[in-house]
Nanobody, 115 residues
Framework: QVQLVESGGGLVQPGGSLRLSCAASGFTFSSYAMTWYRQAPGKQREWVASITSVGWTNYADSVKGRFTISRDNTKNTVYLQMNSLKPEDTGVYYC?????????WGQGTQVTVSS
């Protein structure tokens, strides 16, 4: 069955960096676009970044220039490199992809940016 497993979250000071990973299984990873979302406490889940099957990327304005999404199709893994982190980047980060109208989500990984 489809599985998405995020890792790499943690507590980091403002200005610091983290790299999130999402290990995928149960589907042909290389054929699908992958997306990162996040959800801050008390807020709706929001789109962060996407990468197509051929590596084209797109970012939310709030993270452009600071975050980088990438993928390794040999490892069935998508990454989110997060630099210059701000307190407002705090939240649970989720990996996502979609087949037709069905969305698949990981369990999420917590990122806390605080001094």
């Amino acid at each position: 069955q489809v599985q998405l497993v995020e890792s790499g979250g943690g507590l980091v000071q403002p200005g610091g960096s983290l790299r999130l990973s999402c290990a995928a299984s149960g589907f042909t990873f290389s054929s699908y676009a992958m997306t990162w979302y996040r959800q801050a406490p008390g807020k709706q889940r929001e789109w962060v970044a996407s990468i197509t099957s051929v590596g084209w990327t797109n970012y939310a304005d709030s993270v452009k220039g600071r975050f980088t999404i990438s993928r390794d199709n040999t490892k069935n893994t998508v990454y989110l490199q997060m630099n210059s982190l701000k307190p407002e980047d705090t939240g649970v980060y989720y990996c996502n992809f979609q087949i037709s109208t069905t969305q698949f989500w990981g369990q999420g990984t917590q990122v806390t940016v605080s001094s």
